[in-house]
Every structure is written in C-alpha cells, then in structure tokens.
C-alpha cells in the first residue's frame, strides 16, 4: 500500500466520548490545503452529520486501509486559523489543565465563529398551482408557508406549522421535487459588510445629467447633486442625508450614474479620538531596564523577567520603548492588563505611541469587533495586542514580548475550563516562540518573587517614583479606638474630615471597599479578634445550614461564639459590608460631591468602564467609590486622597492568601493617592492594625512583607513550597454528591498507590467535605484538597485525568459534575 498522509481532527463536539482526536483522510484536491490548524468539515458519526473540526496533526501512514476512513468533506479558506506554535500551546494547555481538546481550541479562537452546516428548505416553483399537485394537509401546511416566508430551516417550519412529525412530510415534497434542500456554511459572527454609492460621471456632465431626469424625479436629481463632489459615499449616510428611497438610487444606477457596491467594513475596537502620547525620558533605574531585557532578547530570545517597581516608578513607559525596540526588529507584541477597567487607559497610551499598530482583545467588546481585531492580528496589520488574560492567544506568528502587567492579580487564571493560568500560558508560549516574558507589579505574587529570588526569573527593581516624589503617606486608623470613643460609622473621624477638606479644596477622592470574596468571617469589633483555625493560621467560616464555623483546610469545626473568647465583649459579629451601603453613606454626608460607585454592577454595560474613566480625568468626579477594579494601574493626577473603608475584608477570608491579597490591595489602592503634583494622603481604616500586612503596608515595604509571608508558607507548607489541588464535586442530589465524591477520592487514593505506592503522598489528601459555600444554584457541592510538591504535580494530573474521564465514562451518578483546579486562585 502507497503512502498516504492522514488528518488527525478535533471535532466541534463537547462530549468527553468524543475528546479524543479522529483520524480522516484528505482528498487530493485538499492535499495542498490541508495544513495543521486549518478548519476543516468532516462528516461525523453514525448519520455522517457535517461538523466544524480542525487539523491538529498529519501523519504518514503505510498500514491505514485508505479506503475505510471518511474523507475530509471541505477545507475551509476563511482567516480564523490557528499557527502551529498555537496548536503546540492547546496540546500544552490540554495536558495541563486536564481540559477537553474543544475546550482549549475554542478558548484560542475569537467567540461565534464556530461554523455550522445548516440544510436550508426552499420551494422548487412559485407559482401558487402547486398546491395542487399535494394532496397531504401537512405537505401543503409546508408549502403554504414557504411561498410566504421563503427558504427556511427545519425547525422553523415545524414550529410554524406545528407538525410535529414533519419527516415524511418533508420527504414526500422532496420526491415530488417540489421542494429543495442546500446546505449552507454558516457562523455566528461574520464580515460586515455596507453598500457604498460610486459616482460614475464627471463634475462637467450634472447639468446635462439633471435635464435628462424626468421633472417630477426630484430626489434623483437632489441625488445627483449631493454625489457630484463626492467620489464615494455610504448608502446609508446617502439615503440620511437626502431622505431618499432606495428606489431612487437603484433607478441612478439602472442609468449608469452610479455604481452600488458592496464593501467590507471593520468594525473598530478603538472608537474614541487618540491623542500623541509623547515619549518621555528614562531615568537611570528605567534604562537599566530596558537595556537589560533589551540585550537579554538579542543575545538569548526566550527569558523571563519580573520588574519589580513601587506604585509611579514608570513600569508603563518601560513596556512601550521596549516595544518600539521589537517591533523596529520586525517582531511583535502583546501586552495584557487584569481588568477591563484598565484597558482604556492602557489602549489610550499604547494607540498614542503607535497609532493603527494596536488591536484590542476582551470580553468587553462585540463578538463583531474581537472578530474583526483578531483578523487585523493575523492579517499582520497591526503589531501590538492589548488586552485581558485572553489576549495571550493573540494570532501573532513572530512574536518578540509577551508583557504581563500587574501579574499579582487573580483576574490572570481562568475560573472556567479551560481553568489556565495565563502567565504559565505565557511562559510556555514565549518558551516556544523564542519570546521574552515580562512581568511586572509594584506587588508581585510571593511565587513570582521566589521564582526571582531563586533565580528562575531575572529580577529587576525600581524603587522609586519617576517624578521623584514620595510615595503617599498611609495612616492607619484604629476602628476599635473609634468605637470606644461612641463613633459607630463606617468612617473615622479622620477620613470624614479629609474627605470634606478635599471636597472643599476641588480634589478627588478614591473610597475602597476591600470587598473580595463571599464568606462571612466572625470579628470582635471592641479587640479585633477573629476566630481562626488553630492548626492552620485561617479565619474560620461561618456555615449559617448548620451554624457552624469551619476551615477548609483541614476540616476543623467550631461553634460561633456569642462573646469574644478573647475580650469577652459582646461586640462579636459576622463581618460584611457593600459598595452600594457606602455609596449611600456618602450621599448623605456629603449632598454636595458628585459621587459615582464603580463595581461589577455599575460596569455590566458596554463602555461603562470607558465613561466612569472619562469623567474622573475631566474631573466631573469629586468621590470614587469601588471594589477592587479601582485599585490598580489608573492614573489620575488630580486624586490627593485614598480612603480604605476596611482593610479587614479580604485579611480574614478563609484562604492561605489573605495576608497576601490585602498587602497587595492597600499597597496598590494607596498608589493611586498623589501621581500628579499635588501630595498624596492614604486613610486605612482596620480593626487590625498591628497584622503584619497592615503595617508593612502603611510604609509600602513589599521585602519585609515577603520575608514574613515566604517564613509562614513554608512552616505550612503553601505554595510556592507545594501545589494545591481543588476538585469540586457537584450535584442536585445531596445523597449522590456525598456517594460520588467518597468514590471519586478513594479512587484517586487507589490510583496513587497504584502508580507510586506512596501513602505520604494519600495523606496529602483532604476531604472530601463540604464546600465552602455549600450549595450554589440548587446544586450540592463537596470538596476533596490536595497538596502536591512540584517533582509530583505531573503524576498527579495524571491520575485526576484518568479518575475524571472514567467517572464521566462510567456514569456512576446521574447529573454529577467533576470540577478540577491547579493552584486555584482560591479554594473558596
């Protein structure tokens, strides 16, 4: 047998049967087509349905009988396809995230422009005697509504006419030739495409034009006036313009006076007016940076860096001269940013360097416009991407940097398959496209910072602010103190008085809530005392069900106190405050301030985050009040005071990072204080005020915070010392999520010995127990944790792949869902 070369697909299909990859052959018209990551249609399973698949690899094969194999039905030739370096990159993510083939490939590809083949229904003839000619109520139901609708799909039909049995119908037509059926590709989102009107005579020619018009054709003559110093023009801004007919400018064009045509128009991400943003000088700490990474790249390619550089140090200006060095070499870019709110910003100032070299890439933006701006990538129009954590897929094929900014920040791993990391993402594909990684934050993760410290990244520092100004002054306000002085509000007398002050002195102020995370924690509010896990440093949380406090550790339980074991005040309570309650607050106190709230429910719509942006840089702002997409990365030099509502939210939260996360929001809340020429003052409320993160926090000293944090992960060995697994476990049925998930552990155990017969390692295993929150849209949920050293991780997913498909396979329990998470941003 000849040698034959052999397509391996994934197939547009979400079933785990079916995540595996299908091997079809390639017809000799499609031999030259067929190239790894093209989309392709294949005729799949028992009926041959035409499913969207793509190439993932080809191989050689002698001993394949040829014959046997279904063919590819169509290559398809639009611009969404994947590079092979991004088809190596999904086998990666696959591997590592325990995700499904369909899962990574569509997490790569821009929404909605999944193919599908859909059978269109149209009528042979027109002519209304063909009822005649169907004697069957339902065939002429059929027909009935074809010659009024036109061609339409199935479904429709059926639900038009209410045939519930429409086959036979349908059939019967068709053998009667009645009716037609065509298949025709077609994808949520597509090119856009306008009329526009082309002038096909010259100036000279109008007078002689309009006396051949017919007198009383008076719009094509205003037609005709309104094109005759215009080349070409939209029929829309045409038809506006001259609140013309359509008939008019079809009776021009019948005339030979103008030309309709249709064009492809691309709907722009990047709207608004972009002002130059000027090239600013370096200072010494800047360009030992930039010559650094820069000369790294030329000499070595892949490397990966951390700049670690406080709140104003100028990190932003460092991302764009080091861009204009990669893309003078020819080489590309992408530049990711942890929230949308930090986009238009960051968009402003890359656009303002490099004009039309910039495309945009996040969720916040139309199916249409990611579309079109992910064309303009792969096209090579543009060099730059900047987005969210999706835009490390961005379609570049010479890739030079990848640039992570404020890498500290939870918005970079995904919470849903595939549940990836996209700075180990990032990593791997700079690994792969000979690229430099650069991460960088005022505040990096403590595992950033020991991979630096240990020399896995190469550590750079800017210790201080480009203008050579101080950091602001952050005073910590002790609210046990107020409260002992009959002040229950939710502001000091120091905050209410500042923020007064500045309303006075035409300033803006920033109020934050540190309001991450769901759980209840219990605190005194007379000594600040809150109840924690003695075995493992973690706030307790509190289970209203069964009135319980418990660690989502190690499973240790307590009863809630009534009074504080540690002051015996009653003032013991479950801790909990809203930006809407603030809000409200603030309007009473200050009538007077033009006050806006920035949170996840006042930025659901489209541009919101660009408005609230706009009107706090012309100062229509006096008070910002919002969570934690205010707390990084903007810059507003007229802000001269930052006031944190209470420091203590996310300090107790029952997770490992707590300490971490508030030293990272004060520190970066506070950075937002003083950027311009005005000084910066910082009001921390906390009824903590002698934890560690508070006080290193109050004088921004992110080593000494490091040296406190990396001691206490390593005593309990946290990451970076070890990896944490989640698996959740999820269900309707209470009865079978506790069943399912007491299998799915044991198996896990049974596995483990199996491979490795380390029973260390089964001891690492805790759970499964109750989720933290136990119960989320009406389904049960229950928890199994491990802790797994690095030299183990790849064992270990290997084991949770095999546990997860055989439970899918076999079914053990009806509705039961398997959800499994590397390194979590939390266990919550």
């Known amino acids: 047998m000849t040698c034959k070369i052999f397509a391996e697909v994934v197939v547009d299909n979400t079933s785990s049967s079916t995540d595996k990859l299908f091997t079809y052959s390639i017809p000799s018209k499609y031999e030259k087509d067929a190239k790894i990551g093209r989309k392709v249609l294949v005729p799949f399973g028992r009926g041959n349905k035409l499913v969207e698949g793509m190439i993932i690899n080809l191989i050689n094969h002698t001993d394949v009988d040829f014959d046997r194999l279904k063919p590819i039905k169509t290559v398809l030739h639009d611009s969404i396809f994947l590079s092979e370096n991004l088809i190596k990159l999904s086998l990666w993510i696959k591997d ?42 339902n065939g002429i139901k059929i027909l009935e509504y074809l010659f009024k609708y036109g061609e339409s799909d199935l479904q429709k039909i059926k639900e038009a006419t209410g045939i519930t049995n429409i086959n036979p ?48 054709a008076t719009k094509q003559k205003e037609i005709i006036k309104y094109i005759q110093d215009k080349e070409v023009v939209s029929l829309k801004e045409l038809m506006i313009d001259t609140n013309c007919s359509l008939s008019s400018v079809k009776s021009l064009e019948e005339k030979g006076y103008l030309k309709i045509e249709e064009i492809e128009v691309r709907r722009e991400a990047i709207t608004k007016e972009i002002h130059l943003y000027k090239k600013l000088d370096l200072t010494k700490d800047q360009q030992k940076c930039v010559d650094a990474i820069y000369n790294d790249y030329v000499e070595n390619g892949f490397n990966k860096f951390l700049i670690h ?69 792969k096209a090579g129009e543009v060099q730059i991407a900047v987005g969210a ?29 595939p549940k990836y990391n996209a700075i180990e993402v990032g990593e791997k594909r700079c690994e792969i496209e000979n690229a430099t990684l650069i991460l960088g934050s005022a505040t990096p993760s403590i595992e950033s910072y020991y991979k630096a410290k240990e020399g896995e990244y190469k550590l750079l520092e800017l210790p201080n602010r480009v203008n050579n100004k101080s950091l602001p002054k952050i005073e910590v306000i002790d609210m046990k103190t107020e409260l002992d002085n009959g002040n229950k509000s939710m502001f000091s007398n120091e905050l209410y008085n500042a923020i007064r002050d500045n309303l006075n002195n035409k300033k803006q102020t920033i109020l934050f809530l540190n309001r991450r995370g769901f759980s209840t924690f219990v605190s005194c509010r007379k000594c600040g005392f809150v109840v924690k896990c003695k075995e493992c440093d973690i706030a307790l949380t509190y289970h209203g069900a069964q009135n319980i406090l418990k660690c989502h550790y190690c499973g240790y339980t307590f009863k809630p106190p009534t009074v504080c074991p540690s002051c015996q005040s009653k003032y013991i309570k479950y801790f909990g405050i809203g930006t809407q309650k603030v809000e409200d607050e603030v309007k009473k106190l200050f009538p007077q301030g033009r006050i806006v709230r920035m949170d996840m429910d006042t930025t659901s719509t489209k541009g919101s985050h660009e408005r609230i942006f706009e009107k706090m840089k012309k100062g229509s702002i006096d008070i910002l009040i919002g969570t934690q997409m205010i707390s990084k990365g903007l810059d507003f030099p007229n802000v001269t005071l930052v006031g944190i509502i209470a420091a203590d939210t ?5 997770d490992f990072k707590a300490s971490e996360r508030t030293f990272q929001l004060l520190t970066q809340v506070g950075g937002r204080a003083g950027r311009g020429e005005y000084e910066g003052r910082v009001i921390l409320q906390t009824y903590e005020p002698d934890h560690y993160s508070i006080l290193t926090a109050q004088y921004h000293d992110y080593i000494s915070f490091y040296e406190k944090e990396i001691s206490i992960r390593k005593a309990f060995d946290y990451p970076p010392f070890t990896n944490i697994v989640s698996i959740i476990v999820s269900g309707e049925n209470e009865k079978d999520v506790f069943e399912s998930s007491k299998q799915i552990a044991n198996k896990i155990k049974e596995d483990i010995i199996k491979e490795t017969n380390d029973l260390d390692l089964v001891n690492k295993i805790i759970g499964p127990m109750e989720a933290p929150i136990y119960r989320i849209k009406g389904r049960f949920r229950r928890q199994i944790i491990i802790k797994i050293k690095e030299s183990r991780l790849s064992l270990i997913i290997k084991v949770l792949d095999r546990v997860n498909k055989e439970s899918r396979t076999k079914n053990y329990f009806e509705n039961i869902r398997i959800s499994t998470d590397i390194n979590p941003v939390s266990i919550i």
């Open 169 to 216: 119908s349908i059939n019967l037509l068709l053998k009667n030739s009645l009716i037609q059926i065509d298949k025709r590709i077609s994808a949520e989102v597509n090119k856009k495409y306008e009329k526009f009107i082309y002038k096909k005579f010259s100036g000279k020619d109008r007078d002689n034009i309009l006396g051949n018009i017919a007198p009383n």
């Open 650 to 654: 996310t300090l107790n939260i029952p």
């Open 389 to 417: 954590r999706s835009a490390i897929f961005a379609p570049f094929d010479n890739l030079g940097l990848i640039i992570i900014d404020e890498e500290h920040e939870t918005s970079y791993k995904s919470s849903i398959n």
């Open 96 to 137: 590592m995230y325990m995700a499904q083939y369909s899962e990574v490939i569509k997490t790569m590809m821009p929404s909605g422009t999944t193919n599908k083949v859909i059978e269109l229904i149209s009528l042979t003839c027109k002519e209304e005697d063909i009822y005649h000619k169907v004697k069957s109520k």
């Open 309 to 377: 550089g406080v709140t104003g140090s100028g990190k932003t200006e460092i991302y764009l001269q080091l861009i204009e060095k990669i893309l003078d070499m020819g080489k590309e870019a992408i530049v990711l940013v942890p929230e949308i709110s930090l986009t238009p910003q960051t968009v402003e100032r890359f656009a303002g360097r490099f004009k039309n070299k910039v495309a945009v890439l996040h969720s916040g933006l139309s199916y249409g416009e990611r579309y079109d701006e992910w064309r303009k990538i």
